[in-house]
C-alpha cells in the first residue's frame, strides 16, 4: 500500500502476492473480495470503491475513479478504465463486459 490510511478492507478480504495499492485518493474494498497476484489498484487522483464477492484476476489494473459491482469478475490482465455493473464479467485492455454473472 502506497500509504495504507486511506484504504477500507471488508471482511474475508484476499489479496495474493505482488499487489499494489496506491491509495492518494479512498480505496473502499467490500466483503469477500480477491484480489489474484498482481493486481494493481490505482486510485492516484480519486477514488476506487469494489463491491461485495467481487473477484479480480492476476494482473488487472483498475484506474482511478472507478467503482466495481457486487459479484463482478474482472479477466487477467484486464485494464478497467471505466465503473464495471454488478454481476458482470470484463475482460481486455480496455475492459469491456463479455457476459454476466449466473448465479449457480
Do not use: K
Request: contains cysteine.
Amino acid at each position: 500500500m502506497d500509504r495504507g490510511a486511506n484504504v477500507s478492507l471488508g471482511d474475508r478480504f484476499y489479496a495474493g502476492p505482488g499487489c499494489v495499492i496506491v491509495d492518494c485518493a479512498p480505496v473502499t474494498i467490500g466483503d469477500r473480495v480477491t484480489l489474484g497476484s498482481r493486481v494493481e489498484l490505482r486510485a492516484d487522483e480519486a477514488p476506487i470503491t469494489i463491491g461485495n464477492d467481487a473477484w479480480l484476476g492476476a494482473g488487472a489494473l483498475v484506474l482511478s475513479g472507478v467503482t466495481i459491482g457486487a459479484r463482478a469478475v474482472v479477466g487477467a490482465g484486464s485494464v478497467v478504465t471505466r465503473d464495471v455493473p454488478a454481476d458482470c464479467v470484463v475482460v481486455g485492455d480496455p475492459a469491456h463486459p463479455l457476459r454476466e454473472v449466473v448465479a449457480a
